[in-house]
């Protein structure tokens, strides 16, 4: 109860800051999971050695790093999608050949993936005749 009144706390905060200060908030969720929580760490390490055997230490930190932030304007999103209207949320939308993601699905019938449609109930406004799938981030 306490862990999601804070929760919905942070997004009420994040959630109604005004777009150009977002960057802030990037900043210090990437501080506090990364460097503070050390938030999954571990498991990042070991599946990145995992998938790329033959890298040095230094591209590990940075691709590290990256996912950190990454996650971070993930969770700043999903509290922005939780606070704002459509309206609002589709001012910051930019679609481009949108035919071509239609046929991406008719064709491969997509379910989920990493890193596809961050806003993708925003989207069924533009793309007729396709229910929203859980697909995050292009």
């Not at 200060?21 to 050695?49: A, E, G, M, P, S």
């Not at 991406?104 to 993936?113: E, N």
Request: hydrophobic residues 40%; proline residues 1%; charged residues 25%.
């Amino acid at each position: 109860m306490l862990t999601s009144f804070f929760a919905r706390l942070l997004q009420i905060l994040i959630g109604y800051t005004p777009h150009f200060l977002l960057f802030f908030w990037d900043y210090f969720i990437y501080f506090i999971t990364y460097h503070l929580l050390h938030y999954r760490k571990k498991v990042v390490q070991k599946n990145l050695k995992l998938a790329f055997p033959d890298k040095s230490k230094n591209y590990y930190k940075k691709i590290e790093k990256q996912f950190y932030h990454y996650f971070a304007r993930l969770i700043i999103d999903i509290a922005i999608n939780g606070t704002t209207n459509k309206t609002k949320r589709l001012k910051y939308l930019k679609f481009e050949n949108i035919n071509e993601i239609k046929n991406v699905y008719q064709k491969a019938k997509c379910d989920d993936s990493i890193g596809t449609f961050e806003c993708m109930d925003d989207t069924n406004n533009f793309i007729r005749g396709f229910r929203s799938a859980s697909l995050y981030g292009l």
